[in-house]
């Protein structure tokens, strides 16, 4: 999918996986694998995101929703504007032990200042893990 996104056109995957998702996201070796305004999706491996009882960590799954629904915020609000997260959610209802886990990310709402998304994480299984709500608020880019 080419879009105008931020500086001129480019393909908006190509474009997130050479820029990169944060220093935070790499760490967590969080891999987007679709990236549009309607859909977006990444999966992230459970080996190394673990709390001590060997689940993966609850923040682990945020950070996963945030990366998701931050990014498809701010290729909405497209060039010269910035979204920034202003709330986040989420319930968690199954752990995940192994393997990966995968967000898919769709928006509920995309206006003029705000966005929000639901990021639905399952495992490797398809089993729904956690649920995540993010708000996204758009203002211009700082320096503009």
């Known amino acids: 999918?080419?879009?105008?996104?931020?500086?001129?056109?480019?393909?908006?995957?190509?474009?997130?996986?050479?820029?990169?998702?944060?220093?935070?996201?790499?760490?967590?070796?969080?891999?987007?694998?679709?990236?549009?305004?309607?859909?977006?999706?990444?999966?992230?491996?459970?080996?190394?995101?673990?709390?001590?009882?060997?689940?993966?960590?609850?923040?682990?799954?945020?950070?996963?929703?945030e990366s998701l629904g931050s990014m498809a915020a701010?290729?909405?609000?497209?060039?010269?504007?910035?979204?920034?997260?202003i709330e986040i959610n989420a319930t968690h209802t199954r752990s995940a032990t192994s393997g990966y886990v995968t967000g898919v990310c769709t928006p509920v709402h995309l206006g003029r200042t705000l966005t929000t998304h639901e990021v639905a994480v399952t495992d490797d299984q398809g089993r729904r893990c956690s649920t995540i709500r993010i708000t996204n608020f758009i203002k211009d880019m700082p320096g503009r």
């Open 74 to 85: 701010n290729l909405h609000a497209g060039p010269g504007k910035l979204a920034v997260g």
């Open 1 to 65: 999918m080419k879009v105008e996104m931020f500086e001129g056109d480019v393909d908006a995957l190509e474009y997130v996986r050479e820029r990169g998702v944060g220093a935070l996201a790499d760490k967590m070796g969080i891999e987007f694998i679709e990236f549009t305004i309607e859909r977006s999706v990444a999966r992230m491996p459970v080996e190394g995101n673990t709390q001590p009882a060997n689940l993966l960590h609850g923040g682990a799954y945020v950070v996963l929703g």
